[in-house]
């Protein structure tokens, strides 16, 4: 009997989080979801229990007591298949240029968007080892192109696709994917533009299936973008 797979992912409760968890669901996926919003995350395990098996643990991701649930989560349903790294923050908004970005507010994007991931990563590594798992980690063009008011979010995506080139080559029984889903019709997309119309951009829906193949094809571990891996 084949064993299901499992995957684990953060933010989960809305945008692209939410989108992949509900495709990995309609193919059976068993699901560990985390969120900031409890009542977004609940909503979002209620339609998806419907489908499959779900686990949904709302918390920060920077907090190592709700990091250590989901993995303990997922050894519960037999292990981590797919751990994506989704959640993160934007920062101040409207986006602040580098000259006076607070320092206090920058520490805590790290804080999110880099050092949580990786301690995340470093959790489920045993699991993911055993399972010939992959790490996916969401990251933007921010993390390449120098747009003024990015410098906080953009380096944050940097630091991120730095350790997760250095974790693909150190590990080689995990793929470690940079996934860039470009720009998306979602909630901090328009917090990165208040008060603009933003509804020309793609619905997070339309990018999953990039993201499904890349996790059906299994590469070589590297970045890649959603331009890349259309059908």
């Known amino acids: 009997m084949a064993t299901t797979k499992v995957a684990l992912v953060t933010g ?3 945008g692209l989080g939410l989108a992949l968890a509900r495709e990995l669901a309609a193919t059976g996926w068993h699901l560990i979801l985390d969120g ?10 209620e339609e998806l229990s ?5 686990r949904a643990i709302p918390g920060d ?9 989901l993995v303990a989560a997922a050894w519960d349903l037999g292990g981590i298949d797919v751990l994506v790294n989704n959640a993160s923050v934007l920062g101040p908004s409207p986006q602040p240029n580098l000259a006076g970005y ?16 990786l301690a995340l990563a470093q959790e489920a590594l045993p699991q993911l080892r055993a399972r010939n798992g992959v790490i996916v980690n969401i990251t933007s063009d921010a993390a390449r192109e120098p747009y003024e008011g990015w410098g906080g979010y953009g380096s944050s995506k940097a630091a991120l696709e730095q350790w997760g080139n250095v974790l693909g080559a150190e590990e080689p029984d995990v793929r470690v994917y940079t996934f860039d889903p470009g720009d998306m019709r979602t909630q901090m997309h328009q917090e990165a ?9 793609p619905e997070p829906e339309t990018v999953v299936p990039s993201l499904v ?7 070589p571990s590297g ?5 890349e891996l259309v059908r």
């Open 50 to 54: 419907a489908r499959t098996v779900v």
């Open 193 to 201: 533009f208040p008060g603009e119309d933003i509804s020309d951009r």
């Open 102 to 117: 607070p320092v206090d507010v920058l520490r805590e994007v790290y804080e999110v968007n880099v050092i949580a991931p």
């Open 36 to 45: 900031r919003g409890a009542d977004a995350l609940s909503a979002a395990a």
């Open 213 to 219: 193949a890349l996790l059906d094809e299994r590469p």
């Open 223 to 227: 970045r890649f973008s959603v331009s």
């Open 12 to 14: 989960a409760s809305r």
């Open 61 to 69: 991701v920077a907090d190592p007591d709700h990091r250590a649930a």
